[in-house]
T-cell receptor, first 114, second 114 residues
Framework: GNSVTQMEGPVTLSEEAFLTINCTYTATGYPSLFWYVQYPGEGLQLLLKATKADDKGSNKGFEATYRKETTSFHLEKGSVQVSDSAVYFCALSDAQGGSEKLVFGKGTKLTVNP | DSGVTQTPKHLITATGQRVTLRCSPRSGDLSVYWYQQSLDQGLQFLIQYYNGEERAKGNILERFSAQQFPDLHSELNLSSLELGDSALYFC?????????????FGPGTRLTVL
C-alpha cells in the first residue's frame, strides 16, 4: 500500500539555521502531498500542500516541491525561528477506494534554540 | 482555529468502559475523518464518513464504531476499552469526496485508559 517515510528526529537547530526535513513516498497513481505541523499540546495544522508533480507548496517561509522522479517532498526553510519548534508530519492523500484518507509519516520533532 | 471542534478535550476512564467522542466539522464540510495518534503506531486513519454514509475504513478495531448524523457532526464510540486504546483521537473534515481536498483537523481528544 501507499506509505510515507520521513527522516528520523529529533532535529535540533540554532535560530536562523537552514532546515531540511526529508520525506519520500510510495504510491500508486498521483497523490496529493502535504506537510502538517503539530505545536506542543495542539492539533495538526496544515502547513503546505502540492497536488501535482513539480508543484511547490509554500507558507510561512517553508517550502516543499513535489518531485515525482525521486518520489520526494522535502520540507525546507531558510532561517528557522524558536517559534518553529514543533513536530512536522509529511502525508499523502491516498485516494484508493474513493477516499482521500491521509497516510502520515512518523513525524520529525524540531527544536530551535535561541 | 481550523473550525473543527472536538469534545471533550480530555477523557480519563477505566478498562472495560465505553466512551463517546464528538466532532463537529467546519461549516459546509461533508466529509469527516477519524485518526488515532499513539506513540507506537503514529497517526493512523480509522474511518471516514461522507454526508452521513461510511466511505472508507482503516485500522479501526471492531470494538470501535462511528456515525455521522444529519447535521453532519460525527461521534466515535470506543467500547470495552483497553490500556492500549490510550491515545490522541483527531477528527478532520474536508469539503468534498472523492475529489482530493485538504483536511482540517480539530484539536483532538486525549483518551487515557487506566
Amino acid at each position: 500500500g501507499n506509505s510515507v517515510t520521513q527522516m528520523e528526529g529529533p532535529v535540533t537547530l540554532s535560530e536562523e539555521a537552514f532546515l531540511t526535513i526529508n520525506c519520500t513516498y510510495t504510491a500508486t497513481g498521483y497523490p496529493s502531498l502535504f506537510w502538517y505541523v503539530q505545536y506542543p499540546g495542539e492539533g495538526l495544522q496544515l502547513l503546505l500542500k502540492a497536488t501535482k508533480a513539480d508543484d511547490k507548496g509554500s507558507n510561512k517561509g517553508f517550502e516543499a516541491t513535489y518531485r515525482k522522479e525521486t518520489t520526494s517532498f522535502h520540507l525546507e526553510k531558510g532561517s528557522v525561528q524558536v517559534s518553529d519548534s514543533a513536530v512536522y508530519f509529511c502525508a499523502l492523500s491516498d485516494a484508493q477506494g474513493g477516499s482521500e484518507k491521509l497516510v502520515f509519516g512518523k513525524g520529525t520533532k524540531l527544536t530551535v534554540n535561541p | 482555529d481550523s473550525g473543527v471542534t472536538q469534545t471533550p478535550k480530555h477523557l480519563i476512564t477505566a478498562t472495560g468502559q465505553r466512551v463517546t467522542l464528538r466532532c463537529s466539522p467546519r461549516s459546509g464540510d461533508l466529509s469527516v475523518y477519524w485518526y488515532q495518534q499513539s506513540l507506537d503506531q503514529g497517526l493512523q486513519f480509522l474511518i471516514q464518513y461522507y454526508n452521513g454514509e461510511e466511505r472508507a475504513k482503516g485500522n479501526i478495531l471492531e470494538r470501535f464504531s462511528a456515525q455521522q448524523f444529519p447535521d453532519l457532526h460525527s461521534e466515535l464510540n470506543l467500547s470495552s476499552l483497553e490500556l492500549g486504546d490510550s491515545a490522541l483521537y483527531f477528527c478532520a473534515s474536508s469539503a468534498a469526496s472523492p475529489a482530493a481536498d485538504t483536511q482540517y483537523f480539530g484539536p483532538g481528544t486525549r483518551l487515557t485508559v487506566l
